[in-house]
């Protein structure tokens, strides 16, 4: 006991630490023990109260389980009746079924003016057809000639008259017949397509076209010009008229063509 007693005065603490942890361990056993006893009292009342007819009278009554709705029986079809007889009056009755009707016989039921309401429909304007504008005339194409005349001294000679009257180049040599003339104007013809023409200007200032051959001889002059520009202006309208077919002869009413 001295041997112990001193242990617990030298280690107080730990000895301390060992009496707590004895203690709780005692009273969690004590608590475990009451518990099951009380759970055990439990489970013998209930099993009393089941086969104790008194104990089981006190008991409040349980609730009766909702009953289930059935769905409620089919209806048998009953069979159709029969005609019935009115003694009395000498009279069969006999019921009559409501039939339905469709729609399109409703429809024909319907009141007439109603489907002349309907079927009142405006008929839609016919397109009128969009009148073609009318075609413009066309212009007339404005083209030079070629007039023949006779020369004072003799022979014959040709100029190139614009549609305006103008005299754009003159022969400067006579010829000796008309057909030779008329050959002399295929020549300038021919000259003139080939681009052999010249602007010229004089002493004076002044401009003037001159028309040559292959071989750079002079076949016709024009008018005098006082610019340049519109000495170049009359050189086109040259090119342009020269090719024309008419060729009239002075003194006659008709031009003819070649």
Same mark, same amino acid.
């Given at each position: ?15 301390? +630490? ?15 023990? $009451? ?35 059935? /769905? ?21 009755? $006999?019921? $009559? ?30 397109? +009128? ?10 212009? #007339? ?19 190139? +008259? /614009? ?30 397509? /080939? ?7 004089? #002493?004076?200032?002044?401009?003037? $076209? ?37 060729? /009239? ?10």
């Amino acid at each position: 006991m001295d041997n112990i007693w001193n242990y617990i005065q030298d280690h107080i603490a730990l000895t301390v +630490v060992l009496a707590v942890v004895l203690v709780l361990i005692i009273v969690v056993f004590v608590l475990l023990v $009451v518990e099951i006893s009380r759970k055990k009292h439990k489970t013998t009342s209930a099993e009393q109260a089941a086969t104790d007819p008194e104990v089981k009278d006190s008991m409040p009554p349980e609730k009766p389980i909702a009953e289930i709705p059935t /769905a409620p029986a089919a209806e048998t079809p009953q069979p159709p009746q029969e005609p019935q007889k009115d003694e009395l009056a000498g009279f069969v009755f $006999v019921p $009559v079924k409501k039939e339905k009707k469709t729609a399109a016989e409703e429809a024909a039921l319907e009141d007439p003016m109603k489907q002349e309401k309907k079927t009142d429909k405006k008929p839609a304007p016919t397109p +009128v057809a969009a009148k073609k504008p009318a075609a413009k005339p066309a212009k #007339k194409e404005t083209v030079g000639k070629w007039i023949i005349y006779e020369e004072d001294r003799g022979g014959f000679g040709f100029k190139l +008259v /614009a549609s305006n009257g103008e005299e754009m180049i003159k022969s400067s040599s006579p010829y000796a017949s008309l057909s030779s003339a008329k050959s002399g104007i295929k020549t300038y013809q021919d000259n003139i397509a /080939a681009g052999r023409l010249e602007v010229v200007e004089t #002493k004076k200032g002044n401009f003037f $076209v001159q028309v040559n051959n292959a071989s750079k001889r002079l076949l016709a002059t024009s008018a005098d010009y006082k610019t340049r520009t519109s000495c170049e202006n009359a050189m086109e309208s040259i090119k342009r008229w020269a090719s024309t077919t008419v060729i /009239a002869v002075e003194g006659s009413d008709d031009g003819e063509k070649k």
